[in-house]
């Protein structure tokens, strides 16, 4: 299969139309709260009878004053409605009268290791934008809040399943490269342009302009970060990360990064990727006192390589990502025993866990977009460049970085395009391929019934709604597992621990 030279299109989200819910709402009211004073009761009523009948001016004051209460009451109304529907994150019942379980949504999803990047995502969701939209944008969020595991330094693999294509296109970042010994090339634009350019709808730099707020106000250590901080130290992060005696920041402190805010702000604005990815490179370059730079390799987008099973088909990234193992493991799975006796792989030492980010984004129509990016060890390289904020990814660790990227994508049915889709992307461990092999085969055990009966009767169809397409991903207790998945026009999302990381949707 190859990639299509044109940009791809796929269904747009169709944002909730509040005149549908009014409307039903106005239904369900029986009686008016006032009478109607435009609606006639009688003939007797006419304008020309007011001034001979008894108490008529009377009648005519309490008519007025009636309209005036009608009034204050339906703005009222109105007003408490559009409160409560423009609540971000809120699962209220939507027009149709069924009710959600946390997780689902109408409409798309995303799910980050971080509140502030979920909402960031949301946020282009209902902007108008889609799924990669909303996940380059939440990645290039992380870059700037959680440096001790992935930004501008980092690489980046991606899985994008297309929902009107069936197709799934994987972003990869190719081998490690060295910008000089133990400290690897920043790839990470110019692979998140690409994968805009090729996929997304929004603007360029609406998606830079929330990170580049956070690094330049400032965002508050959350901790995840604060953890990192604390385990492993602030050699080389000051004063980044560091308080005036060079102390670590602690939870809830604020951090901000006015370098990086100045680097995403001209890479809003460049004419041009190359143009922005090499004055980053030209500033590095002067920090590490290096003349030049010879041409490497770039990021690129190449059909996802696939694997057809019996309950559909699988995709997940080529090599040199962990891809290819995570299919072989599948398929030895899949044959050599029943679904359901599958067991925990087992813990496994290293010297260095490759330390990785995640997220995750999904709409109902059935697309996905599954991130995946590492520094390859806690603050990369832990060296932070003065000119750009950037740190770069660490080449010296044990742990191979290609191990970490093993994204995978279910589709139910390989002659449906609107069938269900599953996203499945794993980290925070050397077994990642073995850990996403038993979260799929445990999902592939469970009972369908869900699935088979969604064409029944509607009362079923709002239950199916309810309580979502599958459980929680397991893990075996090791790293995270984030699940997204399209299930009966709802878009559903779950982590494995389960709260791990925040989720928003719409």
């Not at 190859?2 to 239904?27: C, F, I, K, M, N």
């Not at 990470?188 to 956070?214: D, K, M, S, V």
Request: hydrophobic fraction near 40%; glycine fraction near 10%.
């Amino acid at each position: 299969m190859e990639a299509t030279a044109g940009p791809v299109l796929y269904r747009q989200l169709l944002l909730w139309d509040q005149s549908l819910e009014s409307e039903d709402e106005e239904e369900e009211i029986s009686e008016p709260l006032v009478p109607n004073p435009w609606k006639p009761q009688n003939s007797s009523g006419s304008w020309k009878e007011v001034g001979a009948r008894p108490g008529a001016w009377a009648q005519l004051v309490v008519a007025l004053l009636l309209l005036a209460l009608g009034f204050s009451l339906a703005t009222w109304q109105l007003h408490t409605r559009g409160s409560a529907t423009e609540t971000l994150g809120s699962v209220a019942p939507p027009p149709s009268g069924h009710s959600h379980r946390p997780g689902v949504y109408h409409h798309g999803a995303i799910i980050s290791p971080a509140a502030t990047c979920s909402h960031l995502g949301q946020e282009l969701l209902v902007a108008g934008g889609n799924v990669v939209d909303a996940g380059v944008g939440a990645a290039l969020c992380l870059a700037v809040v959680h440096p001790h595991a992935t930004g501008l330094g980092a690489m980046f693999w991606g899985l994008f399943h297309n929902s009107s294509s069936g197709n799934s296109t994987a972003l990869t970042s190719g081998p490690a490269q060295s910008l000089v010994p133990g400290q690897g090339l920043p790839l990470a634009l110019p692979a998140l342009h690409l994968l805009h350019a090729r996929f997304g709808r929004l603007p360029w730099p609406q998606l830079l302009a929330g990170p580049t707020t956070l690094a330049q106000e400032g965002f508050l250590v959350d901790t995840p970060l604060a953890q990192a901080l604390a385990a492993h130290g602030t050699k080389g992060l000051c004063p980044l990360l560091c308080h005036s005696d060079g102390t670590p920041l602690g939870p809830g402190d604020r951090a901000t990064n006015p370098k990086l805010a100045a680097v995403l702000h001209k890479v809003a604005g460049a004419p041009t990727p190359d143009f922005a990815w090499n004055a980053l490179l030209s500033l590095l370059a002067k920090d590490l006192g290096l003349e030049g730079r010879s041409a490497e390799p770039m990021p690129t987008l190449e059909p996802a390589l696939k694997l057809p099973l019996a309950q559909g088909i699988l995709f997940t990234t080529p090599s040199p990502s962990a891809g290819p193992e995570l299919l072989a493991l599948l398929q030895a799975a899949l044959q050599s025993r029943e679904p359901g006796s599958d067991a925990c792989p087992p813990h496994q030492q290293a010297t260095e866990t490759p330390v990785s980010s995640v997220l995750a984004t999904v709409d109902s129509s059935g697309s996905v977009l599954l991130l995946i990016s590492s520094l390859n060890s806690s603050f990369g390289s832990r060296h932070l460049s003065p000119s750009t904020g950037v740190i770069l990814s660490n080449l010296v660790a044990k742990s191979a970085i290609s191990t970490w990227a093993c994204p995978l994508i279910l589709r139910g049915s390989p002659d449906n395009t609107e069938d269900d889709v599953l996203g499945l992307v794993a980290s925070g461990t050397p077994a990642v391929a073995r850990v996403t092999t038993h979260a799929l085969v445990s999902h592939l055990a469970r009972p369908q019934t869900q699935v088979q009966h969604q064409h029944q009767h509607q009362h079923q169809h709002q239950h199916q709604v309810r309580q979502g397409l599958t459980e929680s991903p397991s893990v075996c207790g090791q790293g995270i597992v984030l699940q997204v998945a399209a299930h009966a026009e709802h878009a559903h999302i779950s982590s494995a621990p389960s709260g791990c990381c925040p989720y928003q949707g719409f």
